[in-house]
């Protein structure tokens, strides 16, 4: 049925193209490695660039006491001892590098007088280690690596979806995929595959990923091409998301209006952050904050749209020019709000995913054989919650690592695995969604399975209610069978809505099966049925398909560490 189709040979492709995909693509040509950087959004606009906190790293440039093993000791009290030692060892000891690596790109860092690397205190943090640029550190960070890529001549081709990672003896090869715009098919051999293409937090109907991002992806490749999903269920609410409009609910309201001085009240006018946290108030960690809201919402306190209010307008206007620019002219653009003298209407939202594709914590290795995965796609950094600014760095230092890694597997493979088998089936996959005609609507299934994630799968969980979930998870799996799929003049999103329709119900279910087997709280992880931690559960879950979780041992954490985790104080900080 296909028309065209391209062939492209590389040493490795890396799929995504926002901070972690590019760091990896970026790694491999300063190393003169033949690299293919693909994506299905613009690489300017990447998920990354929405980042707006900071990026962490123990430069001690601010407060001299700071080192590695305290940053690695916080993280691992933060992640309720989820978070893999030795990733998160490699990670804190490595970001000093990938701050370098960055400065080294022409990131424009904040600076105090003198001209060292300011840092702010970001969330639970025992020292001031958060390096920023304004609010908007993400998109600075796209910006350098995406500078440093053309500088380097990476090919990244930003218009092509990945149907489906091409295997043989458990060994990677390449991919499949097409063109979202013109159709045309690509074939891409490679020695090593580089998975960077985000989480699954699209698929609740309030989310903080955009139209079309973090749906699943990673998850659906690296499953059918063999590999497993660790911790799904863990996924991170934040605590303010605004309600509308429609196509831009869970937008996020930065976490910096609270930590101005911004006030929570529910429906009543109450300021109900006395009932959950009385001595932190709405400084409280993102977990708290957000089940506290939560909670009032379900318990009829709520807004008449389901929210509750963040109100800052008692704040000096010039403070809020100042320190909460994005916050006012995003409002502003979609609500014609003005924070200044109105409160703002917000409910929690689907933000990060804490899980992902099972990885090797020194090479992020998936157990296929040249198959990585870096970012949020990745698992083992977070744990059941993950430290603020913990996500950029992880970016720098396994793009680095990874990239490294894959050089190293491409070099020293003896010859190119192809399977003729392998093509034939991503081939006859695409064309059979071509040739669905169903009646049944991509975009409506893709919506009811974030209703059923946002009912059944939200911020507190019980077992009658993901047992629900799952049923109606079968029912839509049924329906999409009979989808049809309709490119048109203006391109072949609807062949990839398909896809990510597919790539969202596999996701769903790991997420409710692993849900449904951590039967206790812990972190961003809360079952009103077990609302006690339990200690047995003091393991991994792991998915690798339609009710197969298992139970993974986490290492014991080193004894140099553990002595250094300690409560920390969050007197007038802003806790993550």
Same mark, same amino acid.
Request: proline residues 4%.
């Given at each position: 049925?296909?028309?065209?189709?391209?062939?492209?040979?590389?040493?490795?492709?890396?799929?995504?193209?926002?901070?972690?995909?590019?760091?990896?693509?970026?790694?491999?040509?300063?190393?003169?490695?033949?690299?293919?950087?693909?994506?299905?959004?613009?690489?300017?606009?990447?998920?990354?660039?929405?980042?707006?906190?900071?990026?962490?790293?123990?430069?001690?440039?601010?407060?001299?006491?700071?080192?590695?093993?305290?940053?690695?000791?916080?993280?691992?009290?933060?992640?309720?001892?989820?978070?893999?030692?030795?990733?998160?060892?490699?990670?804190?000891?490595?970001?000093?590098?990938?701050?370098?690596?960055?400065?080294?790109?022409?990131?424009?860092?904040?600076?105090?007088?003198?001209?060292?690397?300011?840092?702010?205190?970001?969330?639970?943090?025992?020292?001031?280690?958060?390096?920023?640029?304004?609010?908007?550190?993400?998109?600075?960070?796209?910006?350098?690596?995406?500078?440093?890529?053309?500088?380097?001549?990476? $090919?990244?081709?930003?218009?092509?979806?990945?149907?489906?990672?091409?295997?043989?003896?458990?060994?990677?090869?390449?991919?499949?995929?097409?063109?979202?715009?013109?159709?045309?098919?690509?074939?891409?051999?490679?020695?090593?595959?580089?998975?960077?293409?985000?989480?699954?937090?699209?698929?609740?109907?309030?989310?903080?990923?955009?139209?079309?991002?973090?749906?699943?992806?990673?998850?659906?490749?690296?499953?059918?091409?063999?590999?497993?999903?660790?911790?799904?269920?863990?996924?991170?609410?934040?605590?303010?998301?605004?309600?509308? $409009?429609?196509?831009?609910?869970?937008?996020?309201?930065?976490?910096?209006?609270?930590?101005?001085?911004?006030?929570?009240?529910?429906?009543?006018?109450?300021?109900?952050?006395?009932?959950?946290?009385? &001595?932190?108030?709405?400084?409280?960690?993102?977990?708290?904050?957000?089940?506290?809201?939560?909670?009032?919402?379900?318990?009829?306190?709520?807004?008449?749209?389901?929210?509750?209010?963040?109100?800052?307008?008692?704040?000096?206007?010039?403070?809020?020019?100042?320190?909460?620019?994005?916050?006012?002219?995003?409002?502003?653009?979609?609500?014609?709000?003005?924070?200044?003298?109105?409160?703002?209407?917000?409910?929690?939202?689907?933000?990060?995913?804490?899980?992902?594709?099972?990885?090797?914590?020194?090479?992020?290795?998936?157990?296929?054989?040249?198959?990585?995965?870096?970012?949020?796609?990745?698992?083992?950094?977070?744990?059941?919650?993950?430290?603020?600014?913990?996500?950029?760095?992880?970016?720098?230092?396994?793009?680095?690592?990874?990239?490294?890694?894959?050089?190293?597997?491409?070099?020293?493979?003896?010859?190119?695995?192809?399977?003729?088998?392998?093509?034939?089936?991503?081939?006859?996959?695409?064309?059979?969604?071509?040739?669905?005609?169903?009646?049944?609507?991509?975009?409506?299934?893709?919506?009811?399975?974030?209703?059923?994630?946002?009912?059944?799968?939200?911020?507190?969980?019980?077992?009658?209610?993901?047992?629900?979930?799952? &049923?109606?998870?079968?029912?839509?799996?049924?329906?999409?069978?009979?989808?049809?799929?309709?490119?048109?003049?203006?391109?072949?999103?609807?062949?990839?809505?398909?896809?990510?329709?597919?790539?969202?119900?596999?996701?769903?279910?790991?997420?409710?099966?692993?849900?449904?087997?951590?039967?206790?709280?812990?972190?961003?992880?809360?079952?009103?049925?077990?609302?006690?931690?339990?200690?047995?559960?003091?393991?991994?879950?792991?998915?690798?398909?339609?009710?197969?979780?298992?139970?993974?041992?986490?290492?014991?954490?080193?004894?140099?560490?553990?002595?250094?985790?300690?409560?920390?104080?969050?007197?007038?900080?802003?806790?993550?």
């Amino acid at each position: 049925m296909y028309t065209s189709e391209r062939r492209i040979a590389t040493s490795v492709l890396v799929i995504g193209i926002g901070g972690s995909g590019l760091r990896a693509a970026i790694e491999l040509a300063e190393r003169g490695v033949d690299v293919l950087a693909v994506g299905k959004r613009p690489k300017t606009d990447a998920h990354t660039s929405l980042a707006a906190g900071g990026i962490n790293a123990a430069l001690a440039t601010i407060d001299p006491e700071d080192t590695w093993q305290q940053h690695a000791a916080d993280t691992l009290k933060e992640s309720y001892l989820l978070a893999n030692p030795n990733t998160v060892r490699i990670v804190t000891e490595g970001a000093a590098r990938g701050i370098a690596d960055l400065e080294r790109y022409g990131m424009p860092f904040a600076r105090e007088e003198d001209g060292r690397i300011s840092q702010r205190f970001f969330g639970a943090h025992t020292y001031r280690r958060t390096a920023f640029a304004g609010d908007y550190t993400g998109l600075e960070i796209q910006r350098t690596l995406v500078d440093r890529a053309a500088r380097l001549d990476i $090919p990244v081709l930003d218009t092509m979806y990945v149907t489906k990672l091409l295997v043989h003896d458990n060994a990677v090869f390449g991919a499949y995929g097409f063109d979202i715009e013109d159709g045309t098919r690509y074939v891409v051999h490679a020695d090593a595959v580089i998975l960077a293409a985000g989480g699954h937090t699209r698929i609740w109907r309030r989310t903080s990923s955009r139209r079309d991002e973090n749906t699943g992806d990673s998850f659906r490749l690296a499953v059918e091409a063999g590999g497993r999903i660790r911790d799904p269920e863990l996924v991170q609410f934040h605590p303010s998301g605004i309600l509308h $409009p429609e196509n831009a609910a869970g937008t996020l309201v930065s976490e910096a209006a609270r930590g101005e001085g911004g006030i929570l009240r529910n429906a009543l006018g109450e300021r109900f952050m006395s009932r959950y946290d009385p &001595a932190r108030m709405e400084l409280s960690t993102r977990d708290r904050v957000a089940l506290a809201a939560y909670t009032e919402i379900k318990a009829g306190r709520g807004t008449a749209n389901g929210g509750v209010w963040l109100d800052v307008s008692h704040l000096p206007r010039e403070t809020i020019m100042s320190r909460l620019p994005r916050v006012y002219q995003t409002l502003l653009e979609l609500q014609m709000l003005d924070i200044t003298t109105s409160p703002i209407e917000i409910a929690p939202t689907a933000h990060y995913s804490m899980g992902g594709v099972w990885v090797r914590p020194e090479d992020h290795g998936t157990g296929v054989d040249g198959l990585y995965a870096i970012g949020e796609a990745s698992s083992g950094l977070h744990g059941a919650n993950r430290l603020g600014g913990n996500s950029l760095i992880e970016l720098l230092v396994f793009g680095r690592i990874v990239g490294e890694a894959a050089a190293e597997y491409s070099a020293g493979l003896g010859a190119q695995r192809r399977s003729a088998e392998s093509l034939d089936a991503a081939r006859a996959e695409v064309d059979g969604l071509l040739a669905a005609d169903g009646p049944e609507n991509v975009r409506s299934l893709q919506r009811a399975v974030r209703d059923t994630m946002t009912e059944h799968v939200g911020v507190v969980r019980d077992e009658t209610g993901l047992r629900r979930g799952l &049923a109606e998870l079968d029912v839509i799996e049924a329906r999409i069978a009979d989808a049809g799929v309709h490119p048109d003049i203006a391109g072949f999103q609807d062949l990839a809505h398909a896809f990510d329709l597919k790539s969202a119900a596999l996701a769903a279910r790991a997420t409710i099966e692993a849900s449904l087997e951590r039967r206790e709280t812990r972190g961003c992880h809360n079952r009103s049925d077990y609302p006690d931690l339990d200690p047995s559960l003091q393991v991994n879950l792991v998915w690798s398909g339609p009710g197969l979780v298992e139970r993974e041992s986490i290492p014991p954490v080193p004894d140099d560490i553990a002595a250094l985790m300690r409560e920390v104080s969050t007197v007038g900080k802003l806790v993550e």
